[in-house]
């Protein structure tokens, strides 16, 4: 579950791009769970109004040109080391039980 309203703009956003929020919420966490030290990145790019499930391994190589970051999930060794060692798909269904929604849909607007 989300605190996103139903008929939010992202919401149908997601829904428009992926089929469904499950299908999106899937993809998201399949790309951090599947890959090495990095970040999983929800951008929506104005121009063609989609948004794109992202992998960036370096902070500085690999971002969309003119998209919006409107989610980060941090899987590098530090983000969950320390609190989850090796278990990093419980530390990402921790991180979607906090994200704050309300905020990453204002980044959309």
Request: charged share 30%.
């Given at each position: 579950?989300?605190?996103?309203?139903?008929?939010?703009?992202?919401?149908?956003?997601?829904?428009?791009?992926?089929?469904?929020?499950e299908?999106?919420?899937?993809?998201?966490?399949?790309m951090?769970?599947?890959?090495?030290?990095?970040?999983?990145?929800?951008?929506?790019?104005?121009?063609?109004?989609?948004?794109?499930?992202?992998?960036?391994?370096?902070?500085?190589?690999?971002?969309?040109?003119?998209?919006?970051?409107?989610?980060?999930?941090?899987?590098?060794?530090?983000?969950?080391?320390?609190?989850?060692?090796?278990?990093?798909?419980?530390?990402i269904?921790?991180?979607?039980?906090?994200?704050?929604?309300?905020?990453?849909?204002?980044?959309?607007?």
């Amino acid at each position: 579950g989300t605190n996103l309203a139903e008929d939010s703009g992202l919401r149908e956003a997601i829904v428009k791009e992926w089929g469904s929020w499950e299908m999106w919420e899937k993809d998201f966490k399949a790309m951090g769970a599947m890959r090495g030290i990095g970040w999983t990145i929800l951008y929506y790019d104005k121009e063609a109004e989609r948004l794109f499930n992202v992998w960036i391994n370096e902070h500085d190589l690999g971002h969309l040109a003119g998209c919006k970051v409107l989610l980060v999930l941090d899987v590098f060794e530090h983000a969950y080391m320390l609190d989850y060692g090796l278990k990093r798909a419980e530390y990402i269904e921790a991180f979607f039980n906090v994200i704050d929604w309300p905020v990453v849909e204002k980044r959309l607007k």
